[in-house]
């Protein structure tokens, strides 16, 4: 089974809409991320959580939210979509070294018509 | 976090040539990771630098960190068909924003058969 694990992984919604996507992992980590990635911009970064109590936001946080309900799962919701939200998101884990490797789920493509 | 360019943006290269992608920032990097990310794929942790001057080899893959810390690259010898993708360099931030990555744009690499 995937360490890093998220649904759906495809979503097709539209303009409005509330979507919310779940991330879930088995590798014990404290520190967990969601990154939006679209074509010829790498992987930005949206909000990241040390642990259940910790939320931060990243460098392109507005028109998201996210919870943190559990040390494995991490969520990631749009409250109402819009089109220039399109774009595959990524959630990644590490644990409490400084500068350790991240682990990333498979990505959730999101696309909002 | 830090802000980097990576270039090229695109590389294609016949089977057996070298290939190269350069990341460069104007600030120090206390440390810079690359990871690589396969055609509808999720980003895959290949490697971390710290030291000035540091470099390190994976096989056909070698990385190195820029005696002044403002620059890295990645050099892949004779590549392969399983070379393709695109290879992204993210550095860490320094101090309390050691955790964050901030992702270089990437260089998206083609292998002609």
């Known amino acids: 089974d995937a360490d890093v694990t998220q649904t759906p992984r495809n979503r097709i919604t539209k303009t409005g809409k509330r979507i919310m996507l779940e991330c879930s992992q088995t590798k014990g980590h404290d520190r967990m991320y969601w990154y939006r990635q679209d074509p010829g911009l790498g992987l930005r970064l949206i909000y990241y959580s040390f642990d259940v109590k910790d939320i931060n936001k990243g460098e392109i946080s507005d028109g998201y939210s996210v919870s943190r309900q559990a040390q494995a799962k991490f969520s990631l919701s749009l409250e109402s979509a819009i089109p220039n939200q399109t774009a595959l998101y990524f959630c990644?884990?590490?644990?409490?070294?400084?500068?350790?490797?991240?682990?990333f789920g498979p990505g959730t493509r999101l696309t909002v018509l | 976090g830090q802000q980097v360019m990576q270039i090229p943006q695109y590389q294609h290269v016949q089977e057996g040539e070298d290939f190269t992608t350069y990341c460069n920032s104007s600030t120090t990097l206390s440390n810079i990771q690359w990871y690589k990310q396969r055609p509808g794929g999720h980003p895959v942790f290949l490697i971390q630098l710290v030291k000035s001057g540091e470099v390190k080899k994976q096989k056909r893959l070698t990385f190195q960190f820029g005696e002044a810390k403002k620059n890295s690259s990645l050099h892949i010898t004779a590549t392969q068909t399983t070379d393709v993708g695109t290879y992204f360099c993210a550095p860490a931030g320094s101090g309390a924003g050691s955790y964050q990555l901030t992702f270089g744009k990437g260089t998206k690499l083609s292998v002609i058969p």
């Open positions: 990644a884990t590490s644990d409490l070294s400084p500068f350790n490797e991240q682990f």
